[in-house]
């Protein structure tokens, strides 16, 4: 019977002020500092601290054998630090029992590496600080983005000297075979892969509490069932922290499955690992190809999350177009300001797709409409560039 790996993402963006031409040249302040604080609170209070708080109990009560992993990006670790610092002693406290693994991913939760070698380096190694500033921790696996991944960032976490990295485990790429396995990217020599098991971390991530679905409800029982009559070494179950008690509230009975899970995984003959435990214990059994760049985004599984339409290409184009001047002068307000806003939300926000991923995109997104986002953020980056050529002319950098 296979182990058990356990992955939850935490992450929250810096969501941009209602932006209007007007402002472009007169206010440098971008941020909706009142809607940052008041999301990370109401996050805080249905899930990151309850959700702590039960899962450091079952560490404790099932002496450690219960395990998993958290990848927190550096924009969530500041803005707790800014509006609740009780919720990031919360994590402290958690990752302090010692079964609680954390992973290294880009400081800006941002598309860096599709765009930008050196930006990319630049924010995994700000990450990589962060973490054991806050958490005296240093990462062994990394975690792309959204779960960005291709063969070339499989061979660049490799160069970074990571043991191992997460993938989607997409059908097209595995070509009928099982996602229960360690693989290796044909790129590399050393790093293995992890691939997220689609189909149960997505029972319990979106289908939990849909009492349309055939298995509704579902009880830790039966899930334990179905992980040991896995094949393979390890199934892995990644998703969003906030699946518990956020966008499964607890009234659903989320709560009380997770608290339930350990026993019965227990009793079902499973055991618990964490991403690098796992990368110790099994070999990469096979290789697993991906020429194309995969998310876990949308039905496509692919960029178009964030790439998709032409607003979404001429953001992010336009944004790291500026990385060369931005550095130039050396500004860490300004450097600081123009990586925040690489975060992949915005871009996610400017999709104008339709059915159920355009009703996703919908849900997260704290404007009125895709293209107010794509305004917004506009607009914002047009202040921004009269400020950086205020800076040029200062410090006498040509124009």
């Known amino acids: 019977m296979p182990d058990v790996c356990l992955y939850f993402q935490v992450h929250q963006p810096n969501r941009l002020l209602s932006y209007d031409f007007f402002k472009i040249g007169e206010n440098a302040v971008y941020e909706d500092e009142a809607m940052n604080a008041e999301i990370l609170s109401k996050v805080a209070e249905k899930c990151y601290l309850p959700a ?36 990031l002693e919360s994590f402290q406290s958690l990752v302090a029992t010692g079964s609680v693994e954390l992973l290294a991913e880009t400081y800006y939760h941002s598309l860096a590496f599709v765009h930008s070698n050196k930006e990319f380096d630049r924010q995994v190694e700000m990450h ?15 975690r792309n983005t959204e779960l960005i991944y291709n063969d070339a960032i499989a061979a660049k976490a ?19 075979h099982s996602p229960n396995f360690l693989y290796r990217a044909p790129t590399t020599a050393r790093i293995k892969t992890l691939l997220r098991n689609i189909q149960l971390s997505d029972d319990l991530g979106f289908r939990f509490s849909d009492p349309a679905w055939p298995e509704y409800p579902l009880t830790a029982e039966k899930f334990a069932r179905w992980l040991a009559a896995c094949e393979g ?18 009234d659903t009975g989320i709560f009380k499955f997770w608290e339930a899970l350990p026993e019965a995984v227990d009793e079902a003959g499973l055991q618990w690992v964490t ?68 975060t992949s939300d915005h871009f996610y926000w400017m999709s104008t797709k339709g059915g159920t991923d355009g009703s996703v995109h919908t849900y997260f997104t704290p404007y009125p409409s895709p293209y107010d986002a794509y305004i917004y953020f506009m607009n914002v980056l047009a202040d921004l560039q009269i400020r950086l050529r205020r800076a040029q002319e200062q410090q006498g950098l040509s124009v």
Do not use: C
């Open 52 to 87: 702590n708080r039960m899962f450091q109990r079952l560490v404790e009560e099932n002496d450690g054998r219960f395990r998993m992993a958290l990848s927190i990006s550096g924009t969530v670790i500041e803005q707790m630090q800014r509006y609740r610092p009780d919720v």
């Open 128 to 142: 990589l600080q962060k973490l054991e500033e806050v958490f005296h921790i240093r990462p062994r696996v990394f």
């Open 158 to 176: 490799e160069t970074m000297g990571f043991d191992g990295v997460m993938a989607e485990g997409v059908q097209w790429n595995l070509d009928g």
């Open 233 to 250: 070494d390890v199934v892995n179950l990644f998703m969003d922290y906030e699946a518990i008690g956020e966008h499964q509230w607890a």
């Open 275 to 342: 991403p690098s435990e796992a990368v110790e214990l099994y070999r990469a059994s096979r290789e697993y190809l991906s020429g194309s760049v995969t998310s876990w985004a949308d039905s496509e599984r692919d960029l178009s999350a964030w790439m998709g339409n032409v607003m979404q290409q001429e953001a992010i184009e336009k944004v790291h177009r500026l990385e060369a001047e931005i550095l130039a002068v050396n500004d860490p307000e300004l450097t600081a300001t123009w990586a925040k806003m690489q």
